[in-house]
DNA sequence: CAGTATCCGAGCGGATACTG
DNA sequence: CAGTATCCGCTCGGATACTG
């Protein structure tokens, strides 16, 4: 892993200067590093829901920020918008093939999550013990 | 991938509720989806460094971030600090065990940035060009 | 060298009310 | 149903100055 303006075989290198601006896994994360995205990503990633559907099932997300999330994932081309014209209105999301593509590193980011929570809650207990204030 | 109070076999389930403090993806995003940890982590996966060599490689962290960013890796078990007494005073920072198996899961990230940069970066510019508003 | 302390502006995201 | 519009607090992070 590596900016992109000092690529470097990994653990060789001095490196010179890297930059949040051009690194691609910080890329990544300004776009789905905020509260809401993952968790549309991977409802979207087990089968299409309609908006009210995701606003239900994401507890405690607004209006607003559902919105303004699918708009970015939308601009993205993460995922796709389908509107039925129809009364009432039913509107579709869901993943598009490049969205779905982003599934698996998600996927292995979530194991890591899964197998190493317990790790990280003790270290920073320890920690916190050995460190009493602030 | 799947919240914890709803943990399902990818791609089936209605999925009752998903919620964005019980979920494990997002667990590792609220710590190291901030603007400086993963390029920090990234540096320190190469080689041990020096706090003055990483606030001189990171271009732009403020030495406010980078004590900040470096006290909360430290704490949750990721980064080791050392401090040789002598004097000039001597600090590095190294991955822990802990800290290295994170390397893997975003190296996968790192992978799928670089191989997909541009077609996000493609369906952004077709989104803007067909809704030229704002 | 390796930090700490303080101040402060920008923007992320919540609450609420309204609409095609 | 599927959004918009508006207001607003709070946190993130930058700038600057100081210290063991």
Redesign the interface.
Known sequence: ????NTR?P????V??????DD???????D?I????S??VI??L???THRYSELH?????ISQRMLTLTLRAL?????VERTAHASVPPRVEYSLTG?GR??????????????E??E??R???E???RERPGA
Chains 1, 2 share one sequence.
Request: some cysteine.
């Open positions: 892993m590596s900016a992109t470097v990994p653990g060789e290198g490196g010179p200067a890297v930059n949040p690194c691609p896994v910080r890329e990544v994360l776009r590093g905020d509260k809401w993952v968790l991977v409802l990633g087990r089968r239900r099932t994401i507890d405690g939308v601009r993205d081309g993460l490049l593509t982003l599934l698996e590193p998600l996927t292995a980011l979530d194991r890591w999550a899964v190493h929570r790790d990280v003790a270290a920073r320890r920690h916190d």
